[in-house]
């Protein structure tokens, strides 16, 4: 019996002794690289240190100097100058669990398929460390950054599992993007993230923001930006449709505070604006809204002095006011789109001091349906005002030009179930002077009414030299028809003046009075080639002119 309990005691003897030189031979430098060669060999990982530091005063903390850890089959690395790892009771029952994990001065690198650690602690944290995840979708990289997330349970599709987490970051970059003094704090769930404070000096302006992502949204309490400056190589239309490619965005308030972008053919500075329930999935929607700007720029347009206060009721978008300044001229303007009809009201408008080039093809535009896909297929305007503009065409077969241009329009639909035309209302127009062909006009003026589906032209007239030209005409817009009527009457005007508006009539300088009589169809292209009509005129009962108009060829009887 004796013996036993000799054999036993010299047995426990051995083992810790066993204990302590294998305790002494993990802490030397040639003992960790024989430990971490043995991980390597019977793990799914390549781990290395240079070695390993055990305080008896802190037996349930071990530190690991210099480690890196990579999964085999991954790009994906961790290593730390210092790991620090503390233990608990449940090691003894969990191994693979730990009280808290520590690493500190090191990077991870993670990519889309990194797999997720065979670990676990109810406290991660990091200390100087650096992260990037570069996948196809995203570029993300980070440095200094300090914080942690309690508690660490990565799952095989989630290295970051579930649990509260906060941090802060020195500097790093999204997609290019650099940002710096970033401090994020929240909950995190793999299909539920909780902000509850994100703040950060981004694209050399300040974010901050606070809210949730769930079911594939993004939903925010807050979020205010203040001095941001973005650049895209995309046009504005490819801007819009890439963000379809994003979660859904709802913000309860957005406030804006000198934003300024720039992209392909587009471009907006000193942007300011406050919305409530601010929201994008597919298309914009917001309860209320004002802001104001100093410049946009969409391909070849510039406006400046930009304010506006929008709400939107049910599908219906309002706009309150909205004044600009465009081509040295002021617009102000309030009306409302709504969504169902697709149909816009532009209750009150006021045109001052504009210059405005017609864009090439104006008329063949016109002439068009408009597209059945767009959301506008209906314009009415009830109130709007021309004061002391210009209005031009440098189109070269026939180009115009009338200044100090003035009129009113009056309940006047200008786009009627996908259709341009004119319809119910009234517009008076009058300027003091302009070009019509290179000819010049004095006090030209024009007066249109409507009738069911026929716009007519009751009178128009034009000073020329020591004459005048006055006439009407008529639009029928039945059938989807665009057929066309014109009568001009010029007395004491030479009688050059059709040769110089395009009828290649019998040239002739004398004074005199001639009476033209148009028909046409503005659908067609070229709308000369339907052209058909007489040309008559005379000098003291002598008959000068004298011609046809046949499908846009002209006869001449004299």
Do not use: C
Request: hydrophobic content about 40%.
């Amino acid at each position: 019996m004796r013996w036993l309990m000799k054999s036993l005691v010299s047995l426990i003897l051995i083992v810790i002794l066993f204990i302590i030189i294998i305790y002494a031979f993990i802490q030397t430098q040639w003992g960790a690289q024989k430990t971490s060669e043995w991980l390597t060999q019977y793990t799914d990982y390549d781990i290395r240190f240079s070695g390993i530091e055990h305080d008896l005063m802190q037996p349930e903390q071990v530190i690991v100097h210099d480690l890196l850890v990579n999964p085999k089959q991954d790009k994906a690395t961790v290593s730390a100058k210092s790991a620090q790892i503390r233990l608990n009771w449940q090691f003894f029952t969990t191994p693979s669990h730990l009280q808290k994990i520590t690493l500190e001065n090191g990077s991870i690198k993670l990519t889309g398929k990194s797999p997720a650690m065979p670990l676990s602690a109810d406290i991660l944290q990091f200390k100087n460390m650096a992260l990037s995840n570069n996948t196809v979708d995203i570029t993300f990289n980070a440095d200094k950054i300090t914080g942690g997330i309690t508690p660490w349970k990565p799952t095989l599709n989630d290295v970051i599992g579930a649990g509260h987490f906060q941090f802060s970051i020195a500097e790093g970059s999204i997609n290019n993007n650099h940002f710096s003094n970033f401090i994020i704090s929240g909950e995190y769930q793999p299909d539920n993230i909780q902000i509850e404070k994100l703040g950060t000096r981004l694209l050399s302006g300040s974010l901050s923001l606070s809210g949730q992502y769930q079911d594939n949204q993004w939903k925010f309490d807050e979020v205010y930006m203040n001095g941001l400056r973005w650049q895209s190589s995309q046009t504005f239309n490819e801007l819009i449709q890439s963000l379809s490619e994003y979660p859904r965005i709802s913000i309860r308030a957005l406030n804006i505070v000198d934003f300024t972008a720039e992209g392909k053919q587009w471009a907006i500075s000193g942007f300011d604006g406050q919305f409530s329930q601010f929201s994008w999935d597919d298309a914009l929607s917001f309860t209320t809204g004002e802001l104001n700007t100093n410049d946009v720029v969409f391909q070849d347009e510039h406006f400046t002095d930009l304010i506006a206060k929008l709400n939107q009721q049910n599908n219906q978008l309002n706009l309150d006011n909205l004044s600009l300044r465009y081509e040295k001229g002021l617009i102000k303007l309030a009306g409302h789109w709504n969504k169902d009809n697709k149909t816009i009201t532009i209750q009150d408008a006021t045109l001052s001091g504009i210059l405005y080039t017609l864009p090439e093809n104006w008329l063949n535009f016109l002439a068009k349906p408009i597209d059945n896909k767009s959301n506008i297929q209906n314009i009415t305007i009830e109130q709007l005002s021309i004061n002391q503009s210009i209005l031009i065409d440098i189109t070269p077969e026939f180009p115009f030009q009338f200044t100090n241009l003035t009129g009113k329009l009056q309940n006047l639909v200008v786009a009627k179930e996908g259709e341009w035309g004119l319809w119910q209302g009234s517009a008076v127009l009058n300027a003091d002077s302009g070009t019509l062909n290179r000819i010049e006009l004095r006090r030209p003026d024009l007066k249109i009414v409507t009738q069911q589906d026929n716009a007519i032209v009751e009178q128009y007239s034009a000073f020329i030299g020591d004459g005048i030209v006055r006439g009407s005409a008529g639009l029928v817009q039945s059938n989807q028809q665009r057929q066309f009527s014109l009568i001009a009457n010029g007395l004491n005007v030479p009688l050059s003046t059709p040769y110089t508006l395009g009828l290649k009539t019998t040239y002739s300088d004398e004074i005199g009075q001639f009476t033209l009589k148009l028909k046409g169809d503005l659908r067609s292209s070229p709308v000369a080639s339907t052209l058909n009509g007489t040309l008559t005129g005379s000098k003291d009962e002598q008959q000068i002119l004298n011609s046809v108009i046949q499908n846009g060829e002209i006869i001449n009887h004299l």
